[in-house]
């Protein structure tokens, strides 16, 4: 029974630091509270702290020991142990092996790739890849394609699991060896009477049938919410599209999470192979490389580039992989989700931060369990602000109204073009965490969690909390 009391007390402790309201609640802004109010969002499930970075004190903290979920909000921990342990020019590599004399182009046996958890493969840098390759000799291959997989331990995922969207990119798993995000992705195109499904690359195998409806309507809004892809059982792979299609969409791409990252790799890289003119004559099967030199070892974007993409558009993909990557350069391969909770949990201690209430799991908020404080959070951005990469860590998050998952939000306002944050969006979840620059040129740093079923509805006491700060009272602590 001491296992069932230490867990009644863990959550216990979780429900009473949700619950648990701040003297300072008081002083919060009045058209903050106002619109939370409207939103009908209880201040009990909300935590905020603002603080100048010249300030030794926040001048607002409410609920800031509160252990809440972040959502994506959680990318910033990862970005911010990643540039301290691994610096902005690391960079991930991909080795390739030629298993076999190369003769006249001819490779007489297997091309051995191994994967380190690149998450910058994109089909361009995939093109480049292979462009290297045949610079050294290869064009047609007689063996097969070996791809190791062992930098990575990770138990197999069901990527449905979490909100029953399996086909959702944003639930792609993580993989050593990970192609174009995982997307598949297809080319809709409106013809006479139907919409054909036309994939950007060749999917052997793979049986497509379109059952949309084509509508003679120009309007093409939210079109994307009104095609259901879904796979049918059968002896093949069979994806049906399902829905309303508007003639006036024209031509659009859908890209979907269809396959295992190793499937979507090895399909990418035979079609793009192809595509040059390349044969590939063999399987596609797991296996080790030789004991010998790689003829190719391909390297990724510096991380300060990668983590951009990652934190501008929320990437939880390269989140994931770069979660476990940490872990992997801490202990050793292979990588596991324990070692990179482990290394990021090391890094954040190190650095003053606090970690009693942070619950890790993937290290890209796409969790039900990740948990942080705003308190810590609030910590993690000062001691980003005071880095020496403190330039790479902001310059990848959102800016208000002009890129990213921020680009159309507050528009219109003041906040245009005036703060860097990063967004975090689940159900029941709505987080806002970063850097705010105010009207008479002062820094600020920002964390707003809500976990509340009314937390899609807290966007406009979002914005005036934001707006209160930006103006410049965040300085003077004035709250009305």
Known sequence: ???????????????????????????????????????????????????????????LSHNADAALNPASVMKLVTSFAALDRLGPEYVWATDVWADGPIVDGVLAGDLVVKGYGDPTLTLERMWLLQRELRARGVRHIRGNLVLDLSHFEVPAMDPGAFDGEPLALYNAAPGPLVANFNATTLRLKPGARDVSIVPDIALPGVTLISQLVLEERAACNGWKDTVTPSIAAGERPTLVLRGQYARGCGEQALSLNLFEPAVTFDVIFRGLWAEAGGTLGGATVPGLPPDAAPLLRFASEPLADALTRLNKYSNNLMARNLFLTLGAEAYGAPATLDKGARAVREILERRGIATAKLVLENGAGLSRIERIS?????????????????????????????????????????????????????????ALAGYVFTASGGRVSFVMLVNHVNARRSEAAQRALLEWVQSGEAASGTAQ
Do not use: Y
């Open 1 to 59: 029974m001491p296992s069932v009391r230490i867990v009644f007390r863990f959550f216990a402790g979780l429900l009473f630091a949700g619950l648990v309201v701040s003297a300072a609640a008081a002083e919060l802004p009045l058209a903050f509270t106002s619109a939370l109010k409207q939103a009908a969002i209880p201040l009990d499930h909300v935590a905020v702290v603002v603080q100048p970075l010249e300030a030794a004190q926040p001048v």
């Open 374 to 430: 705003a308190g810590a959070l609030n910590q993690l951005l000062r001691a980003a602000s005071h880095s020496p990469l403190s330039a790479e860590f902001e310059s990848s998050l959102p800016i208000v109204a002009i890129d990213g998952t921020l680009k159309r939000r507050f528009n219109g306002s003041s906040l245009a073009g005036s703060a860097h944050l990063k967004t975090g969006t689940l159900r029941d979840v709505s």
